[in-house]
């Protein structure tokens, strides 16, 4: 389950970000997780929506860490050594700043794909 640990709110979009880290014992899919404010979810703000697309899998203890800004998507290790995945959501503005208040973390509980059977594939 990742958890948010901190958010740092500022109006310069490269100083601006969450910190999530991962409080399972197992590893999990970045992909599908969204951080919303409250103000979003209530219709106060425009802001405050952040959905990840990376297919990373983080590990139990790992963090995430997400700029407002844009860069490079990438892993790291913070100076005690842990492993942190910095990304970035390409926000041109502050996406945190205008959205005070709560913030959640929703993760898919479920996904479903179209796919062929065996038995489609061998009709054809």
């Known amino acids: ?3 948010i640990v901190g958010i740092q709110r500022s109006e310069n979009v490269h100083e601006e970000f969450v910190l999530l ?3 399972s014992s197992l590893r999990m899919k970045l992909r599908g997780h969204v951080i919303m404010s409250d103000a979003y979810l209530n219709h106060y703000a425009l802001n405050g929506l952040c959905v990840f697309t990376d297919e990373e899998l983080i590990h139990p203890g790992a963090f995430v860490l997400v700029y407002s800004g844009t860069g490079i998507n990438r ?3 913070t100076k005690q ?3 942190v995945y910095i990304c970035f959501a390409g926000s041109h503005q502050p996406i945190w700043q205008s959205a005070p ?3 959640h973390i929703l ?3 479920h996904t479903y794909e179209e796919r062929t059977s065996p038995i489609e594939e061998l009709v054809r």
């Open 81 to 83: 050594g842990a492993l």
């Open 1 to 3: 389950m990742l958890r």
């Open 101 to 103: 208040g709560p913030n």
């Open 75 to 77: 892993w790291g290790k």
């Open 107 to 109: 993760s898919t509980q």
């Open 21 to 23: 880290q991962n409080h």
